[in-house]
């Protein structure tokens, strides 16, 4: 009998306690699931795909293979120390033939003129004519047509253009480019702008980060040391800023730093300065508008932290003979350094992508990598280049992302 009670409550209707209690809980992980499938998605949908679909094009561009396959195939012999041979000429010939009828001669012609600048209208001009070509040779004619022809490099860019898959645009991106010779050697001067916007928006989101925590660490101290019903107040006024469009922020700056601006007048008013200030179009003007702007991004985090930092600790510091200073150095300013590192870090990778601000309130020498994707992507319609800037800006995130967690580590983050 004990023995049959043994058994009868090792089982629930007929089925093993274990079995039971292993469907429940499969049962309770389906419906989770099931409730976080719509955010799943929703994620796929609006970042995973977009986004890999950015690094896709920062490395595939089959212009050159679709558009002119006898060419590419033509030139997959050819070993890049002279002109090629007259078969590849005809190739050529041919290509330009079937784009003139076909009227892609301008994509073929833009996608040419990204590492040949000038080449577009060439490129057109020589297909009009090569359609009327009809006998060999090809060479001297194409030559003749158009001297183009007669350069090794657009031969080497479109031998390169026999796979779908290509690197011009990331070593673009960096400065770098293709020789003659299928070489990777940086750019010319002229051309070498990419790593001094990469430095200059470092640059100014370091600064602008060390403002917001320059500014920022005090006011969150403060708030954190009040008491509660009148840090909710003052937290409503430091969150006020996000009632309103960064666009309509930034026109407010514009409206205060220009010449004849409030800030100015002011200043003249006060005899502090004879004369209105260059305090729009400039480095300071912008630092100062995307400070202002990225300050409770800063501030938030290292408030949240410092509510969860217990006064005791200090306290505890100071009747052991530790002065005021000492106290808050050594024990209550380390609890606070995950959130200061949070605040930093969101505010260091939201300055990298910023391109309103700057464009509103910098002046040329201030725009930053944002500038030049919106250029690439609205203006020039290179979606390869816009990609590869795009692509090294998330790289950079994801590798302060990953040195945070390392040092700090994401879970050392308590919020309040």
């Given at each position: ?83 090629p041979n007259e078969s590849a000429y005809a ?38 004519k090569a359609s009327t070509l009809s006998a ?281």
């Amino acid at each position: 009998m004990a023995t049959m009670l043994v058994q009868s409550a090792g089982k629930l209707d007929g089925m093993p306690l274990r079995i039971k209690l292993q469907h429940v809980e499969r049962r309770r992980k389906l419906r989770a699931f099931a409730l976080a499938l719509p955010l799943l998605l929703l994620i796929q949908i609006a970042f995973v795909l977009p986004i890999g679909g950015m690094m896709f094009k920062a490395i595939h561009d089959d212009t050159l293979l679709t558009l002119m396959p006898r060419t590419t195939v033509a030139l997959s012999t050819w070993d890049g120390k002279d002109l090629p041979n007259e078969s590849a000429y005809a190739a050529l010939a041919e290509d330009l033939k079937q784009a003139w009828a076909q009227k892609t001669t301008g994509v073929i012609g833009k996608r040419i003129n990204y590492e040949l600048p000038g080449a577009s209208s060439e490129v057109t001009s020589s297909a009009r004519k090569a359609s009327t070509l009809s006998a060999r040779p090809y060479k001297a004619a194409l030559i003749e047509i158009s001297p183009l022809w007669g350069q090794r490099e657009v031969w080497s860019l479109l031998k390169r253009g026999h796979s779908a898959y290509t690197s011009y645009y990331l070593l673009r991106s960096a400065d770098y480019q293709y020789s003659p010779d299928g070489h990777i050697v940086a750019s010319p001067p002229e051309y070498a702008v990419f790593r001094d916007v990469f430095l200059r928006t470092l640059g100014i989101s370091l600064g602008v980060t060390a403002a917001t925590l320059l500014l920022g660490f005090p006011v969150a101290y403060l708030l954190a040391k009040l008491p509660n019903k009148t840090s909710n107040l003052l937290m409503i006024m430091v969150v006020l800023p996000f009632w309103t469009s960064g666009l309509v922020r930034t026109t407010a700056w514009a409206i205060l730093l220009q010449e004849h601006g409030v800030i100015n007048d002011m200043l003249i008013s006060l005899h502090i300065i004879s004369k209105p200030a260059e305090l729009i179009f400039n480095r300071f003007g912008t630092v100062i508008a995307m400070t202002y702007i990225q300050l409770p991004f800063t501030l938030l985090p290292i408030y949240s932290v410092m509510k969860t930092i217990s006064p005791n600790h200090v306290r505890a510091a100071r009747s052991l003979g530790a002065g005021p200073f000492y106290a808050f150095w050594k024990v209550y300013f380390p609890q606070s350094l995950p959130g200061i590192a949070a605040g930093c870090l969101l505010t260091f990778i939201l300055c990298l992508g910023y391109y309103l601000t700057p464009a509103l309130v910098g002046g040329p020498n201030d725009q930053m990598v944002g500038y030049f994707i919106a250029f690439y992507t609205n203006e020039d319609l290179n979606w390869g280049m816009a990609s590869a800037l795009g692509g090294i800006l998330l790289s950079a995130t994801l590798v302060l992302y990953y040195l945070y967690n390392k040092v700090v580590g994401v879970g050392q983050l308590k919020m309040g």
